[in-house]
């Protein structure tokens, strides 16, 4: 499996299985058959409410000598309710006890906002963090101590602007391993991927194929979802691809690591095979002159109205 190096010395497996949106059953069968058919990579978080199941999945997997730990790169995410420097640690062994690991490859501040200290959402604009008063340096810092704890192996953030990722460099002088955020030809975010790609900031991307399973997002504007966009189908075929291969090896030819999310063995098999598949010249120009804009993920899903989180637009 094709790796990208990190900032702090780290590989990352270029391709993973994305855990959001799986039913706790799904996800121990989804990690299973993903470690058995050969993924090194699953992404998880403690808020995705399956860890325990991944955890299951993985755990026995290198039981039953499919895959070993050290050869197995998991991702968990800190949830916005452990901002507190002095929860950082809690939140992060909740997870490291729910997965059953002793550590994890990479953790990731999951969202640049924070919520009072045991609220999972938030109910009201009070329930926020103000985070004049918690800058999220101080959470980064706190999750930069879990590394030299040996809880984790790298650092980095979800979800991070330009301008929130400029201040908690400057704030913390670390420049986080990983950015994960939102990237597929209809957000391919190209100023926070050159900014990245300067900063030495991995990228990651979620939702690569435009989040199917979330109907109420799929359609924008009259536009087909990413997954039947015309151009992408058009260039799938030619490339001897499913337009979710497409889009996959689109995402790593980009230089970026790519977690798509499946819970089908059809599928979870299809996707690993574009790992390895070379784009043409002419595939990767085609998807990028690709100028439908959509972003399927908005915070504004659980951000009630009238609150800002650092900022009026959240994404800035
Ligand atoms: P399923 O889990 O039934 O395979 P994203 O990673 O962008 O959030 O997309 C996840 C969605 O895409 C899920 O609905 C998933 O369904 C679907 N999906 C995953 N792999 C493929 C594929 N190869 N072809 C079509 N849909 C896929």
């Not at 799986?22 to 090194?40: H, Q």
């Not at 999310?261 to 043409?280: F, W, Y």
């Not at 972003?295 to 109205?305: F, H, N, Q, T």
């Amino acid at each position: 499996m094709k790796t990208f190096t990190l900032n702090d010395g780290n590989a990352i497996p270029a391709f993973g299985l994305g855990t959001w949106k799986s039913s706790e059953d799904d996800a121990y069968r989804a990690v299973k058959e993903a470690l058995r058919v050969g993924y090194n990579h699953i992404d998880g978080a403690w808020i995705y409410q399956n860890e325990d199941e991944v955890g299951r999945g993985i755990c026995e997997s290198i039981k039953e000598g499919i895959i070993k730990r050290e050869e197995v790169f998991v991702t968990s995410k800190l949830w916005n309710s452990f901002h507190a420097p002095e929860d950082v640690e809690k939140g992060c062994r909740e997870t490291l006890t729910k997965l059953g690991l002793e550590y994890v490859d990479l953790y990731l501040m999951h969202w640049p906002v924070a919520f009072r200290s045991g609220k999972l959402m938030p109910e009201g604009t009070e329930d926020f963090w103000p985070l004049s008063d918690l800058p999220l340096s101080k959470t980064f810092e706190a999750m930069l101590k879990l590394r030299d704890q040996g809880l984790v192996k790298s650092v980095g953030v979800s979800n991070f602007s330009i301008s929130k990722l400029e201040k908690m460099i400057a704030e913390s002088g670390v420049v986080p391993a990983v950015n994960q955020v939102e990237l597929h030809p209809y957000n391919p975010q190209e100023e926070l991927f050159s900014y990245c790609s300067d900063k030495g900031i991995h990228l990651t991307a979620y939702s690569p194929l435009g989040s199917g399973d979330r109907p109420k997002f799929l359609r924008h504007k009259g536009e087909s979802p990413v997954l039947e966009n015309e151009i992408v189908k058009v260039t799938a075929a030619e490339e001897g691809l499913t337009p979710a291969q497409l889009l996959i090896a689109w995402a790593i030819d980009r230089g970026t690591s790519v977690i798509p999310k499946s819970a089908n063995p059809g599928r979870i098999a299809e996707n690993l095979a574009a790992a390895s598949h070379t784009l043409s010249a002419k595939a990767r120009s085609a998807i990028n002159e690709i100028d439908t804009r959509f972003r399927y993920v908005d915070i504004k899903e659980w951000c009630l109205p009238g609150i800002t989180c650092e900022g009026d637009n959240f994404w800035v």
